[in-house]
């Protein structure tokens, strides 16, 4: 097995579920807009992608075959061999308390349906923005994890604050998540943890053993915590669902930029771009369709 040490990692996160074109007009909003803007990321570095959809009108969607159609559109593109990485936060934004086992499998059949490399498994529960909740029930975790566990899709275990670390910590042990486990740290979300390098460490600190870890720096903390996360030895996350200005006042030109940028970070601290193939290695990940 080759030497990946030197390596790092570029996730992509394309269109997520809350900047709008009112914050970015290049925003990516239709399947094709998202596939176009993936393809240009990985010319630019990503070897991940993050994938939301979005209606129309630039809401969030939650409905499968707008998955699909995106999903499609990316595979489209033959000569890209990025990992993708679908969301399964799904409709979880400001549902009801009610929420059912019908909702728990609406977030699930993108993954079950396309086999993405990849999805995410937010490892707790937020007040989100102040305004509503981004609910990840415990019955919904566990679902997710047996899912992932059967079909080979890897969970990035996306964690917003330190309890959510010791959440997914206990799902390692009951074997609802198998390690080694992939960490996303998400920081600077409203109703998660502060965007600072402190914060960083900390998190880093209590990680366990063996395991992958990325980071992302929402809004005006994109570059420290990137810079930081490089310095540390984890992997990077950027993209418009995390920051839609490349400087201060500067919008971002799109999400190619914005890997172009991380790309050139990792190679001025003397390591390399990972390729896609290669982030599947370093991951442990299975390419279910070619």
């Keep these: 097995m080759a030497d990946l040490s030197n390596k790092r990692i570029i996730s992509v996160a394309i269109t997520g579920a809350w900047p709008t074109r009112k914050d970015n007009p290049a925003l990516p909003i239709t399947p094709q ?18 994938i939301h959809v979005r209606n129309d009108d630039g809401t969030p969607c939650t409905e499968f075959e707008r998955y699909k159609e995106t999903i499609e559109a990316i595979r489209a593109y033959k000569d890209c061999d990025i990992c993708l990485n679908i969301t399964s936060s799904g409709g979880s ?20 349906e396309l086999l993405p490399e990849m999805c995410s498994y937010d490892c707790g529960t937020l007040n989100w923005m102040d305004k509503t ?11 997710l994890g047996e899912f992932c566990n059967e079909y080979k899709v890897k969970p990035e275990v996306e964690i917003f604050d330190a309890g959510m670390m010791y959440t997914a910590m206990r799902y390692v042990k009951r074997g609802i998540l198998q390690a080694p486990v992939h960490f996303q740290l998400i920081m600077g979300a409203a109703g998660g943890t502060t965007a600072t390098v402190e914060n960083l460490v900390y998190l880093k600190s209590i990680m366990p053993e063996n395991c992958t870890w990325g980071a992302a720096g929402l809004g005006k903390a994109h570059v420290p915590i990137m810079m930081a996360t490089i310095a540390m030895g984890g992997h990077l996350r950027v993209g418009l669902e995390d920051n839609v200005f490349y400087h201060k006042g500067q919008l971002a030109e799109g999400n190619g930029q914005l890997v172009a940028r991380a790309a050139r970070l990792i190679r001025e601290a003397g390591l390399e771009v990972a390729t896609p193939a290669e982030a599947r290695e370093i991951l442990g990940l299975t390419r279910h369709v070619e």
């Design 33 to 50: 807009e998202i596939a176009d803007s993936v393809y240009e990321s990985w010319k630019a570095g990503a070897a991940i992608a993050h």
């Design 93 to 112: 934004l400001g549902i009801d308390d009610g929420n059912t086992s019908a909702q728990d499998e609406s977030r699930i059949k993108p993954l079950r």
């Design 133 to 143: 909740i981004f609910e990840n029930h415990p019955r919904f975790l566990e679902k």
